[in-house]
């Protein structure tokens, strides 16, 4: 490692976007070439096959990115016009700042099911799948989080209509 981890460095660095994503990348690399050892009888791994096993997961962090970079320019083309989750109208409103005060008191479990089936327009099938949750506790959190919506604003709601 003294020997040859500037090179692997500079290797990593050469097919990363920073130093930090380099060196996370170096030691992935290492941790792999470790696992590699029983099978090799311990003995040290060669240079070429460091190199390779580095370019591998550097190519996989390319990949994984480009992906992420892709996807996330997506969501933003599509919903560049459109701000689903702020509305200026309502900023002022009374009734929506007593009811984002009402969905923050919320615990984060069922905050997150509200905010991804109403706001973000989501199924409880997307829901499970996006919380890694069953469908069934997706409903459920969403059943105790409106019950609980309803506990806070029914006060709210006979003063006005009283």
Do not use: C
């Not at 459109?82 to 969905?103: C, F, G, T």
């Amino acid at each position: 490692m003294d020997e040859n981890s500037p090179r692997l460095l500079m290797y990593a660095r050469q097919r990363t976007v920073s130093t930090a994503d380099a060196e996370d990348l170096l030691q992935d690399a290492i941790v792999r070439l470790w696992h590699y050892q029983a099978e090799r009888g311990y003995v040290p791994p060669d240079l070429p096959l460091a190199f390779h096993t580095l370019r591998f997961i550097t190519l996989d962090y390319g990949r994984r990115r480009e992906r992420t970079h892709r996807r996330d320019n997506k969501i933003i083309e599509l919903n560049r016009d459109v701000d689903m989750w702020h509305d200026p109208a309502l900023e002022d409103d009374e009734d929506a700042q007593v009811l984002r005060k009402a969905v923050d008191s919320l615990p984060t479990k069922l905050r997150e099911v509200i905010t991804l089936k109403i706001w973000g327009g989501l199924t409880f099938a997307e829901v499970a799948q996006s919380l890694d949750i069953s469908h069934n506790t997706a409903a459920s959190r969403y059943r105790y989080a409106m019950e609980h919506l309803e506990r806070k604003l029914k006060p709210l709601h006979s003063s006005r209509h009283a």
